[in-house]
């Protein structure tokens, strides 16, 4: 039996600029690649956002889009899935309290932002204008802050799981309900193309890739793309 092949395409920092809109060039490009392949996004943002930053036409043209790390799937403009799972009272309250404790000293609003079955926590906040973002990746970078929250976190809540996700926040979700847990809806599948820039250990990227190389398919193809520059340039290639 021979199965079909299938594209994976995280959103933010591998399809759009983090949290922002896609190229216009690159949408025109990417609209008819996908009308012709079966095409797959999955993101920790939730579905007005994807619809914001890549507009209806592509969310459409794909076969599904996985919102919140896949704990709310679309397809064709409807959803057809989502997880009931919200976030406990004790994790807002350490959540809070790390909130409290972190050295950055700007704050913008929207610290814990609940999704559908995903929390996104972020010290800076989902307020923040991208100069202030900026001020925050950049103390980021050097502190690890955001990493070590996410550890903290997964030794704090065992049932529990954190990644760093985006450029500014961390995602938190039930342990296993990350974005690997796509391949559970796909089932049986041939060759996978997975693109994504946060495929990094830590990285909300990382499991679904791992769980892609886990499949020992010699034919998988698994990018650590840069930006969306570079997955434009690998498209245009295949």
């Not at 700007?106 to 995903?118: K, S």
Request: proline share 4%.
């Amino acid at each position: 039996m021979s199965f079909y092949t299938i594209y994976i395409f995280d959103v933010d920092g591998t399809l759009t600029p983090s949290r922002e809109l896609i190229d216009p060039e690159f949408e025109e490009f990417f609209l008819d690649w996908a009308t012709l392949r079966n095409v797959y996004l999955i993101t920790g943002s939730d579905h007005p956002k994807t619809l914001e930053q890549v507009g209806r036409p592509i969310t459409e043209v794909v076969a599904a889009v996985y919102n919140c790390a896949g704990n709310s799937i679309w397809k064709k403009g409807k959803e057809t899935y989502h997880s009931d799972w919200v976030i406990p009272q004790t994790v807002k309250r350490w959540l809070r309290k790390r909130l409290k404790e972190s050295p950055f000293p700007l704050r913008t609003g929207q610290h814990i932002e609940e999704r559908t079955g995903l929390v996104n926590f972020s010290i800076v906040g989902r307020g923040a204008v991208r100069s202030e973002k900026k001020l925050y990746i950049k103390y980021d970078e050097h502190s690890g802050e955001r990493h070590q929250i996410a550890a903290d976190f997964n030794e704090a809540f065992p049932s529990l799981e954190a990644s760093v996700g985006g450029e500014t926040g961390v995602d938190l979700y039930p342990r296993g309900r990350n974005k690997s847990q796509i391949l559970d809806h796909l089932g049986e599948v041939g060759e996978i193309f997975f693109f994504g820039d946060a495929i990094h250990k830590k990285g909300n990227d990382w499991p679904l890739a791992e769980a892609i190389r886990n499949r020992n398919n010699a034919q998988d193809h698994v990018y650590a793309v840069r930006d969306w520059w570079e997955t434009f340039q690998i498209l245009q290639s295949l």
